[in-house]
């Protein structure tokens, strides 16, 4: 399994910024995937998870109606799509699979919660909102 995002920049606060992660190494379609954060200090955060298998998606509650997440599963590529950021953004994204549940529909918590568990084993990308 590899994972690899980019994406990350400095913004100001209420900028926009797209990350991208691009997996490979097991089947994209078959799970559920998402973006995990960790700032300074912190723990890691879930951020927001999608559906291989039926698009469905769950966000934090943090970050619902600042941010999208989308996939492309021909290309194996998830996407996060942030707006109106602000400094308590700043972090490092990682995007992670859940692999404990297989062809999950209509993700819920639990499933935000089985990305967070396995994240941050990849290189992640850094994403700093200046005020």
């Known amino acids: 399994v590899q994972l690899v995002e980019s994406g990350g920049d400095l913004v100001q606060a209420g900028g926009s910024v797209r990350l991208s992660c691009v997996a490979s190494?097991?089947?994209?379609?078959?799970?559920?995937i998402g973006w995990v954060r960790q700032a300074p200090g912190k723990q890691r955060e879930g951020v927001a998870c999608?559906?291989?298998?039926?698009?469905?998606?769950y966000y934090a509650t943090s970050v619902k109606g600042r941010v999208t997440i989308s996939s492309d599963n021909a290309k194996n590529v998830l996407y996060l799509e942030m707006s109106n950021l602000n400094p308590e953004d700043t972090a490092v994204y990682y995007c992670?699979?859940?692999?404990?549940?297989?062809?999950?529909?209509?993700?819920?918590?639990?499933?935000?919660?089985?990305?967070?568990?396995?994240?941050?084993r990849s290189q992640g990308t850094q994403v700093t909102v200046s005020s």
């Open positions: 992670a699979a859940d692999f404990s549940a297989y062809r999950p529909r209509r993700l819920g918590r639990l499933n935000l919660v089985g990305v967070v568990e396995s994240a941050l």
């Open positions: 190494g097991f089947a994209f379609g078959d799970y559920a």
């Open positions: 999608i559906s291989g298998m039926d698009g469905s998606t």
